[in-house]
């Protein structure tokens, strides 16, 4: 009995053995298989592990070409060519390379290619946002896939891609790896490499740069279509001084080092790259960017039709820059001007400053990271936010319109206190000084009356209902509560923007329809196939009457005459034209927006720095450049008149 029981002992024992070692020899058979799956993986692609020869040669890729509306001008080329000359690793000097370390790749001397630490990070990020969205990729990482490799974010690409590195790192030293990377990579401007990057940026050899400079070139590494821009300067600048922390943080240089070069002035050349109607052309490539990525614009050979009205922006330029220069005199130094169909929303023309070509050195102020003088060339002032004055007053006189009152119904001119707003008494004065007794809508309107409009604000179309107009006419900008603003945005009290502005008054050109503004009209890839397609519908936002008894107001010209003559800029003999200025507290800006049934044009004038003009408002230093460009336009568009509202509008 006693010898069962051991037996039984033995065998149970042997049998545990047993299992342990089958498990064991399974677990043996997994990682060998696993490590031989690993090995047929790695020696698959890394025979296709091009020569070194190659990393200094590019497959050639198509260029993005934006063009006029005609598609007869080319108004922009998204690199169009690759300019670059290779120049050996000690040639770029030491602060260069330490900033794109500390940068793109604080490890890179120390891992074997891949930095597994940082993929996990990505790949944890990726899984909470369920979608690839980060990379945690290395130097060498970058350098095979922006050379052997898609951009296709897919796992497949991502084990290539891999593998391929590990590779690389094997057979090359990290001097080899990162002369190859720096001689490779995009710096925008069409500049491909640190030595061409530096000549078109700053007109030196790259062993000749700055920390600073060595600074914004890695800046650019990151996005190199947008900071390249000369509009984007401030990001780039926010770019720049990341990198100086970081090479102090990975203890490159010293922080006082690193504060230093962010106050030093960096003087850039200008870009030869020709390009035309700029500051549309960066708007376009602006979206173009957001939607397609620069790597697509780069590659794809995409071909974009614009909105641009090429006949219709030389105009524009040519009335804003001549018109711009005579405003000197009124201490007014820039000016903006957008033109767009209403009935389609299609931008006809932009010109974002009096002289994109002009010196980026002007008298009192240098061409900075951040500019804070009279006049920039560069930033588009169609898309800042800048007060409208009295410009915003017909979406306050359409809501009451369109609560049921009519251009007959008379509020009282007369000094009148507002209460408490702001923290003090609000008691707004007219442009004159000078109080006019009983006036009907219409008159307080068409001669731009402060007093009344307010009582037509507070009365008769309410502050919230106002807000809610222009909103839904397309102003973007007026996001804070309508307590923010308070009565006073009925006389401009709210910062616009000026194609915001052209827009919305062209809800009262299409009597109340809306279309948003339209820059593209199409996009062809390579091949010809139509991948975007502007389809954008009008939508409602405004009844025919409120809008029609606007454009009857805007186009009398007796009812204004009043105020601003029978002979103003807002007067065409032979045409009806509704217009309206605006000049904001203290000369800050100078409004003047007008249109026909199909057309409509808006002017800014004043200083970038917001700083005041001479005492002179919208229709003298915006009205002559707004006029001398729709005398161009009229000749173009059919001669046409506004519906007549459908009750009488005659004076009383």
């Known amino acids: 009995m006693a010898g069962r029981k051991y037996y039984r002992k033995i065998y149970q024992k042997n049998k545990k053995r047993g299992v342990v070692f089958f498990v064991l020899k399974m677990l043996g058979f997994g990682v060998l298989s696993l490590v031989f799956g690993i090995f047929a993986l790695f020696v698959y692609y890394a025979k296709d592990l091009p020569r070194p020869e190659k990393f200094t040669e590019r497959a050639l890729t198509e260029s993005t070409k934006i063009y006029d509306r005609s598609g007869k001008t080319i108004l922009y080329e998204i690199y169009g060519e690759e300019k670059r000359t290779w120049v050996s690793l000690d040639k770029i000097p030491e602060h260069l390379k330490k900033s794109v370390i500390a940068t793109e790749d604080a490890n890179f001397y120390r891992h074997f290619g891949v930095d597994f630490q940082g993929i996990i990070r990505a790949v944890l990020a990726d899984l909470k946002i369920k979608k690839f969205t980060y990379g945690g990729s290395t130097i060498p990482q970058q350098l095979i896939r922006s050379t052997f490799l898609s951009l296709q974010k897919t796992a497949e690409r991502k084990v290539r891609e891999i593998i391929l590195t590990l590779e690389l790192d094997r057979r090359y030293s990290k001097d080899q790896i990162l002369e190859w990377y720096l001689n490779q990579i995009p710096f925008g401007r069409n500049a491909y ?99 397609y990525g620069e790597d697509s614009l780069k590659q794809k050979g995409l071909k974009v039709y614009t909105s641009l009205d090429w006949e219709l922006q030389q105009s524009a330029e040519k009335a804003v820059k001549e018109g711009a220069e005579i405003n000197k005199s009124y201490h007014a130094y820039n000016a903006a001007l957008v033109a767009i169909d209403p009935k389609t929303g299609e931008i006809l023309a932009m010109v974002g400053s009096k002289d994109w070509f002009a010196d980026p050195f002007p008298k009192g102020c240098e061409l900075t990271l951040k500019v804070d003088c009279l006049f920039e060339p560069y930033p588009n002032v169609a898309l800042r936010g800048r007060q409208p004055g009295s410009a915003f007053k017909p979406f306050v006189y359409a809501t009451a319109f369109k609560n049921g009152y009519d251009d007959k119904y008379i509020v009282i001119d007369e000094q009148t206190n507002f209460g408490i707003w702001g923290g003090e008494s609000y008691i707004p004065q ?223």
Do not use: C
């Open 430 to 652: 007219n442009y004159d000084g000078r109080f006019r007794g009983p006036v009907t809508l219409r008159q307080s309107l068409a001669q731009s009356l402060n007093v009344p409009s307010v009582k037509v604000l507070a009365y008769l179309a309410g502050l919230n209902s106002s807000i809610q107009t222009a909103k839904d006419f397309g102003i973007t900008t007026l996001t804070n509560p309508a307590s923010f603003y308070g009565l006073a945005i009925v006389l401009g009290g709210g910062e616009v923007k000026l194609l915001d502005m052209v827009s919305g008054y062209g809800v009262f050109a299409t009597e109340g329809l809306t279309v948003p503004p339209v820059a593209i009209l199409k996009i062809e890839d390579s091949k010809g196939n139509i991948i975007e397609e502007n389809k954008k519908n009008p939508r409602r936002v405004l009844d025919k009457e409120p809008a029609r008894l606007i454009n009857d107001i805007l186009s009398d010209n007796e009812a204004r005459t009043p105020i601003f003559g029978p002979s103003s800029p807002m007067y065409f003999k032979d045409y009806q034209v509704a217009a309206k200025t605006g000049t904001t507290q203290n000369y800050r800006d100078g409004w003047i927006i007008g249109y026909t049934p199909s057309f409509v044009a808006g002017v800014w004038a004043g200083n970038n720095d917001n700083s005041s003009m001479w005492k002179e408002p919208g229709v003298v230093v915006a009205g002559p450049i707004w006029r001398a460009f729709m005398e161009k336009v009229l000749l173009k568009f059919p001669k046409e008149t506004f519906n007549k509202p459908a009750l009488s509008n005659e004076q009383d």
């Open 193 to 291: 490499g640190a030595e061409a990057a530096s000549q078109a940026y700053f007109g030196k050899s790259v062993s000749d740069i700055s920390l600073s400079e060595a600074a914004i070139l890695t800046a650019l590494i990151k996005a190199p279509s947008y900071y390249s821009t000369q509009e984007h300067l401030d990001e780039l600048s926010v770019r720049k001084n990341y990198v100086l922390d970081r090479m102090a943080s990975e203890g490159f240089i010293k922080k006082d080092e690193a504060e230093t070069a962010k106050n030093e002035v960096i003087k850039f050349v200008k870009s030869s790259q020709p390009i035309q109607a700029p500051h549309f052309v960066m708007y376009v490539k602006d979206y173009l960017i957001q939607k």
